[in-house]
Structures are given as C-alpha cells and as structure tokens.
C-alpha cells in the first residue's frame, strides 16, 4: 500500500516557468489538500477537494491551480513560479466514516526552489 | 483568520524527561484536534488525536490533554527518547462543512541522550 505519492522530490525552477507537482493516492481518499510549508509559517492550505470533480480555495491558493478529475490523483500546477514560491509542499488525503473526518495521511513532499 | 497558537517554537529536554507542547484557539467551531510529528525530509504523520468531548488521551507515551473553556490543547511527551526528536504539529479540524485543518507553526523537539 503506497499511500500518499508525490513527484518529483526536488525541483528548481526559473521564475517565470510553469510546472505540475503530481499526487496520487491509493487509499480511496475522498478528501485531497495540497499544503505548502515555510520556516515559522507551519502548514498553510494551498487548494483542496471533497471529492472528484469538486475543487476549492485554502489560505494561500494565489498562483496555483488544481483539478480533480479522479479520486487518485489531485496535481498542483504553478502557473508562472515566483520565488515566493519557494517552500516545500505537501498533498495529504483524508476519508469520512459517517460525519466522521479522520487525519490526514501526508505524502513525503517535494522540495521547490524558484530562482 | 482562523488560528492556532503553538507554543513553545523549540524545546530540548533530557532522556526520560516530559515534553510538554501547548496549543491555543480561537474559534469554538473547531471539533477534532490531531497531533502530528514530523522528522527531516518526512511528511508529518498523524501522532495522535482529540475531540473536544474528552477531556485526555493516552496513547502510550504521548498524552493530549484539553481545556474546552480555555481553548487550549497540549501534547505530553512522558519518557522522552532520543528518538522523539521531531517536529511536532497541533491542528484543528473547522466544521464550517468543508473539514478545514488550520495548522499550528511547529515546536521542534530535541531530546539529549
């Protein structure tokens, strides 16, 4: 059972280009949240999903975009890196058993400089 | 802006010491508070986890204790090993239908062997 998959590990990337940080989950999650961390900062909510289809706005969610087409997969994409984006972040899947929302299981996170 | 307050930022504490983490809230929509640790290069990983009808949970080691009047929540590390040595996470879980977690910044342990 993998859980929570992110690709790549580490990237650097010029400002101005774009790219795609990947998450898949095999745990039949319906929920899905992309999370960036910074030093002092803690966990801040970047975009998440209750579901395939169903996509919405966290803390942070300026110069992201998500989609949620299937339940698996939940890709970040940055549509123009700035160096502000520079942190490392995390997806995280969660499930419900009645009304009952459990924790979240986190990926291993990628590592993103934006030089 | 939905907060949580996590104190103290950094903590060293002897072998078989007690670590103590404090966590503080501000909004009472919150309903379920897990802990998470943390080790280098490692996602965080669900430690442990209270709703706000209990008062305290014990799960071996690592104790939650929380204060609904007072809004606060704390993580008790009984024992402290080496290996405890993480970063530790308070959160809360916001009920507004959309199952919001607002994370607390981080305390990172170190434990002396």
């Known amino acids: 059972n993998a859980g929570v998959t992110q690709t790549p590990k580490f990237q650097v990337l010029k400002t101005g280009q774009s790219m795609t940080l990947q998450c898949a989950q095999d745990?039949?999650?319906?929920?899905m949240s992309w999370y960036r961390q910074d030093p002092g900062m803690g966990l801040r909510l970047i975009h998440y999903s209750v579901g395939a289809g169903i996509t919405d706005q966290g803390e942070v969610p300026n110069g992201y975009n998500v989609s949620r087409s299937t339940t698996e997969d939940f890709p970040l994409r940055l549509l123009s890196a700035a160096p502000s984006q520079t942190s490392v972040y995390f997806c995280?899947?969660?499930?419900?058993?009645?009304?009952?929302?459990?924790?979240?299981?986190f990926g291993s996170g990628t590592r993103l400089t934006v030089v | 802006q939905q907060q949580v307050k996590q104190s103290p930022q950094s903590l060293i504490v002897q072998k078989g010491g007690i670590s103590i983490i404090n966590c503080a809230y501000e909004?009472?929509?919150?309903?379920?508070f897990p802990w998470y640790q943390q080790f280098p290069g490692k996602g965080p990983a669900l430690l442990i986890a209270i709703r706000p009808d209990v008062s305290e949970k014990k799960e071996g080691r690592f104790t939650i204790s929380f204060n609904k009047s007072a809004k606060q929540f704390s993580l008790h590390i009984m024992d402290s090993q080496p290996g405890d040595s993480a970063t530790y996470f308070c959160?809360?879980?916001?009920?507004?239908?959309?199952?919001?977690?607002?994370f607390g910044t981080g305390t990172r342990l170190k434990v002396l062997a």
């Open positions: 995280a899947s969660s499930y419900w058993i009645g009304t009952h929302n459990y924790g979240y299981t």
């Open positions: 909004n009472t929509a919150f309903d379920y």
């Open positions: 745990m039949n999650h319906e929920y």
């Open positions: 959160a809360a879980r916001a009920t507004s239908g959309t199952y919001k977690y607002i």
